[in-house]
């Protein structure tokens, strides 16, 4: 079966699902960045908030409580959009640290929409970094994305946009699957 590789990135106000609330998620196909998706999600109530979190992700409890949906109106139709721009294909998540988005997207899928078409395991930017410069990068430490965008250079900030950071993650994996070498950093 043929795969879609769909870039992820979500903000959340905590560092678990149990600890936090998912409150963004950005989407683009990887080899069709241009093709997206992005939602504000409401927190749930009664789920710690994180000052240091909001400093990062620049999301306040009132702007989403006016401007987000519910966390079942936003997984349903995160899902219904991978299932169309997937189109009969497996839907494989992609991200940068992606056990740390994989964690809430998981979570947030089975306990409001009831389903995960991304299964049990997403692809890690990170770890495909470290496995293609093993010759080279031996530490954890250095596959941080300012490692890997010395070598792999986007031309796209990072912002803490869920949407944009997921465009500037896939525009990393296509450098890193085509063994393109950016300029490196000064």
């Keep these: 079966m043929d795969e879609a590789w769909i870039s992820v990135d979500v903000e959340a106000t905590g560092p678990t699902p149990?600890?936090?609330?998912?409150i963004a998620i950005g989407a683009c196909l990887v080899h069709q960045p241009e093709v997206q998706f992005e939602a504000?999600?409401?927190?749930i109530p009664g789920l710690?908030?994180?000052d240091e979190a909001e400093q990062v992700h620049r999301l306040t409890r009132a702007r989403?409580?006016?401007e987000g949906t519910t966390p079942e109106n936003a997984m349903r139709s995160f899902f219904n959009w991978v299932d169309t721009v997937a189109a009969g294909r497996r839907p494989i998540m992609v991200a940068f640290n992606a056990p740390f988005d994989w964690m809430f997207v998981a979570d947030y899928a089975w306990r409001f929409a009831g389903r995960n078409p991304f299964g049990v395991s997403s692809l890690d930017i990170k770890a495909l970094y470290l496995g293609r410069h093993l010759d080279e990068v031996r530490l954890w430490g250095e596959t941080?994305?300012?490692h890997v965008?010395?070598?792999?250079?986007?031309d796209l900030p990072h912002t803490h946009d869920?949407?944009?950071?997921?465009?500037?993650q896939a525009a990393m994996l296509r450098r890193i699957l085509?063994?393109?070498?950016?300029?490196?950093?000064?």
């Design 162 to 168: 869920a949407l944009d950071d997921a465009l500037e």
């Design 149 to 154: 965008l010395r070598r792999y250079d986007v």
């Design 48 to 50: 710690p908030w994180s």
């Design 64 to 66: 989403l409580a006016e």
């Design 178 to 186: 085509t063994g393109a070498w950016g300029q490196k950093a000064s």
């Design 144 to 146: 941080s994305s300012t």
């Design 40 to 43: 504000t999600i409401q927190p």
């Design 18 to 22: 149990g600890t936090g609330s998912l």
